[in-house]
């Protein structure tokens, strides 16, 4: 049964962790056990003991164990400014944490709906395209130059630092020609020239 997200958070996981310090002999802890007795892989508690390291909560005596080296541990919560910064460097990291899986949830719907969507569905997955209307839709693009470029695989792409008056933009493919589009979004005019019309400058290296 997948644990909800609260459970495996280094919040929670650092109260659990200080719980087994507690009753610790002499505040000395074998961390293959701790994340045993917690049910995360190991890197999860070096998170957690990186940062008590780090502002000299805790020493390391070897390889797996650690020994708790702060103030008395009933006094521990909220009290010096070292355990503060811990509590709020913990509260970032959850955020952060947070934040990621948000990205993630967000890139797999995204992923789902181009893969599982029925006008999708009938083309090719590895034969997905932009059309020049789509680019024109983007409004960040609107009234800008936008060079569409078409290329195999392993293509390189480098922008050498700009100059004062031009961008450099250095392309190269080993593996067969490369297509240049150049796509000049503006306003819907009369007679306008599509993405079909324009032409295409193509090299080979």
């Not at 919040?11 to 507690?22: A, G, I, Q, S, W």
């Not at 505040?27 to 999860?44: I, M, P, S, Y």
């Not at 990186?50 to 080296?69: E, M």
Request: charged letters at 30%.
């Amino acid at each position: 049964v997948k644990k909800p997200r609260f459970d495996a958070s280094l919040v929670y996981l650092t109260r659990k962790f200080m719980d087994l310090v507690k009753t610790a002999p002499d505040g000395v802890l074998d961390l293959n056990e701790v994340a045993t007795t917690l049910g995360v892989r190991k890197r999860r508690v070096y998170d957690i003991t990186n940062v008590l390291d780090g502002i000299h909560l805790i020493q390391k005596r070897s390889k797996n164990l650690i020994q708790w080296v702060g103030s008395n541990l009933d006094q521990v919560v909220g009290k010096a400014p070292e355990q503060q910064n811990l509590k709020d460097e913990l509260s970032d990291l959850s955020a952060m944490e947070e934040a990621l899986d948000e990205l993630i949830n967000d890139c797999a719907h995204q992923l789902f709906e181009l893969t599982d969507d029925k006008e999708n569905a009938k083309y090719p997955f590895n034969s997905s395209y932009v059309t020049y209307q789509d680019i024109r839709s983007i409004q960040a693009f609107q009234e800008q130059i936008v060079i569409a470029i078409k290329a195999p695989e392993e293509t390189k792409l480098e922008i050498p630092i700009p100059k004062e008056d031009c961008i450099e933009v250095h392309v190269k493919s080993t593996k067969g020609p490369i297509d240049v589009y150049l796509c000049e979004v503006e306003q819907e005019k009369p007679g306008a020239k599509t993405f079909e019309d324009m032409g295409a400058v193509t090299s080979e290296t």
